[in-house]
Nanobody, 123 residues
Framework: QLVESGGGLVQAGGSLRLSCAASGFTIDDYAIGWFRQAPGKEREGVSCMSTYDGISYVKDSLKGRFTTSSDRARNTVYLQMNFLEPGDTAVYYC??????????????????WGQGTQVTVSS
């Protein structure tokens, strides 16, 4: 099971850190991805983190503002979002995939989706 937290309302230019806490499995055995879905738009892949090999991926257009990291002791993966823009407003989800993954991220490779956390960026 994956549970997201950390969303909220923030002004443009602000920061948020989202958490994705795993239970029932260890994140070392999976890659944990972040996706987001804005109103009226398709869900898109944001980032992915593999704690077992330290490899991470961030969507090109978000590099420089978004980073992903993990805390193995807490079995948690994070998405740090800086310099937020109104276009970042979306529901953010985390999900797990075993083994390798395609980039850009493909939803069908991921399972065990969390319930999502709302991020709203005001102008």
């Amino acid at each position: 099971q994956l549970v997201e937290s950390g969303g909220g309302l923030v002004q443009a230019g602000g920061s948020l850190r989202l958490s994705c806490a795993a239970s029932g499995f260890t994140i070392d055995d999976y890659a944990i991805g972040w996706f987001r879905q804005a109103p009226g738009k398709e869900r898109e892949g944001v980032s992915c983190m593999s704690t077992y090999d330290g490899i991470s991926y961030v969507k090109d257009s978000l590099k420089g503002r978004f980073t992903t990291s993990s805390d193995r002791a807490r079995n948690t993966v994070y998405l740090q979002m800086n310099f937020l823009e109104p276009g970042d407003t979306a529901v953010y989800y985390c999900a797990a995939t075993s083994g390798s993954y395609y980039v850009p991220l493909k939803e069908w490779e991921f399972h065990s989706w969390g319930q999502g956390t709302q991020v709203t960026v005001s102008s």
